[in-house]
Every structure is written in structure tokens, then in C-alpha cells.
């Protein structure tokens, strides 16, 4: 069965430092996601992606975060100077198309701790 | 204000037993409704979504809707200790899932 799929599973990184993480959607998908979930809080929206292009974005998802769909199957997101509160589970989620009642398959995570 | 409440839990139920899990929304026009399982360190995994007033029922779990009081429940029959986890519910907006705390559920065997 096809899945979501990221890497690192865990990224350890200084404060300051850039990070990518990395997801493949499900190949037939179009719609791409990325949620994040400190530790022991809730999931939470960061950024939804369709046609190349951001669809909705939280405050969460400020000037240091950015995504990009480099080529045909990876969905990427990128912090450019990490902070201690970025220390998260980093999900990403696609969804197959327009039905608003398609269910978003979600990834394993990455786990990023920022020292 | 928060958009998605859940009831606080931990909700700790013997084997066998019905565990009943409750949510409610605060924006009005919401369709769709998921419910999402997640196991500790791993990724919430749909267990059943639903869109119209009333029950739906997948095996052992039933999901119930009801768009005027906003509220949306999962019933678990027949709990087994593989059902202890915790329990998101979800609500989907124009493209974001908006998600509860979720509830802790530890079925005692």
C-alpha cells in the first residue's frame, strides 16, 4: 500500500542552524502538508501546498519557514535558523484531490531537537 | 478560542467495554470530521471520518455527528488493549485539519 514517507527520522541540529526535512507524498496525490507536534501538545497546522504554490499557512509558518516541491515526488521544508522552540515532531500529509472529504495520509514524522 | 475541545482524559476503560470519546468545534460551517489514532512517537492514523448528521459505524468503532451542537463522538465497543492509545479528533477547514488534544485511552486487561 502506497505511504508517506520522511527523512531523517531524526535530525539533531544547533540553534541557528538551517534544516531540511523531507517527505515523499503518495505519488497520485495533490494537495501536501506539513504539521508539526511539540511534546506533549497537539498537532499542529504549518502549511498547506497545491499547484506549486502555498494555499494557507498558520503564524506558526513565519519568514524562517519555507517549502518547495524541488521535482515530481519530494515535498521539503525548510527552517533557516532553528530556535529552541522548533524542537518538534515534524509530520507531512497528503491528500489525493479536490473531495473535501479525501483523508490526509500522514507520514512517520521527523523528530528535530534543537540544542 | 480554541477550535477543537476534547474531553481531557486519560479515560482508562477494562477490556471489553465501551470507551466513549467526545469533541466539539467552533466553527460553524465545518464538514468533514476525522478521528485519528495515534500511538506515543508515531503519526496520527485515520480511523474514520465523517460528514453527515447521524451514527456511521466501521467495525467496532461509531462515529456520531451532530452539526447544530457542534459535537462530534467516537464510540470503541468491545475495547481491546490494542485500542490503547490516543485519540485526535480533527476538523478539516478549507485545507488544514484543525486538531484537539486528544484523549489518552488505557483499556485495562
Known amino acids: 500500500e502506497p505511504e508517506v514517507t520522511q527523512t531523517p527520522s531524526h535530525q539533531v541540529t544547533q540553534m541557528g542552524q538551517e534544516v531540511i526535512l523531507r517527505c515523499v507524498p503518495i505519488s497520485n496525490h495533490l494537495y501536501f502538508y506539513w504539521y508539526r507536534q511539540i511534546l506533549g501538545q497537539k498537532v499542529e497546522f504549518l502549511v498547506s501546498f497545491y499547484n506549486n504554490e502555498i494555499s494557507e499557512k498558520s503564524e506558526i509558518f513565519d519568514d524562517q519557514f519555507s517549502v518547495e516541491r524541488p521535482d515530481g515526488s519530494n515535498f521539503t521544508l525548510k527552517i533557516r535558523s532553528t530556535k529552541l522552540e522548533d524542537s518538534a515532531m515534524y509530520f507531512c500529509?497528503?491528500?489525493?484531490?479536490?473531495?473535501?472529504?479525501?483523508?490526509?495520509?500522514f507520514g512517520p514524522g521527523t523528530r528535530l531537537t534543537v540544542l | 478560542q480554541k477550535e477543537v475541545e476534547q474531553n481531557s482524559g486519560p479515560l482508562s476503560v477494562p477490556e471489553g467495554a465501551i470507551a466513549s470519546l467526545n469533541c466539539t468545534y467552533s466553527d460553524r460551517g465545518s464538514q468533514s470530521f476525522f478521528w485519528y489514532r495515534q500511538y506515543s512517537g508515531k503519526s496520527p492514523e485515520l480511523i474514520m471520518f465523517i460528514y453527515s448528521n447521524g451514527d456511521k459505524e466501521d467495525g467496532r468503532f461509531t462515529a456520531q455527528l451532530n452539526k447544530a451542537s457542534q459535537y462530534v463522538s467516537l464510540l470503541i465497543r468491545d475495547s481491546q488493549p490494542s485500542d490503547s492509545a490516543t485519540y485526535l479528533c480533527a476538523v478539516k477547514g478549507d485545507y488544514k485539519l484543525s486538531f484537539g488534544a486528544g484523549t489518552t485511552v488505557t483499556v485495562r486487561a
Open positions: 500529509a497528503s491528500r489525493p484531490g479536490v473531495d473535501s472529504y479525501n483523508e490526509q495520509f
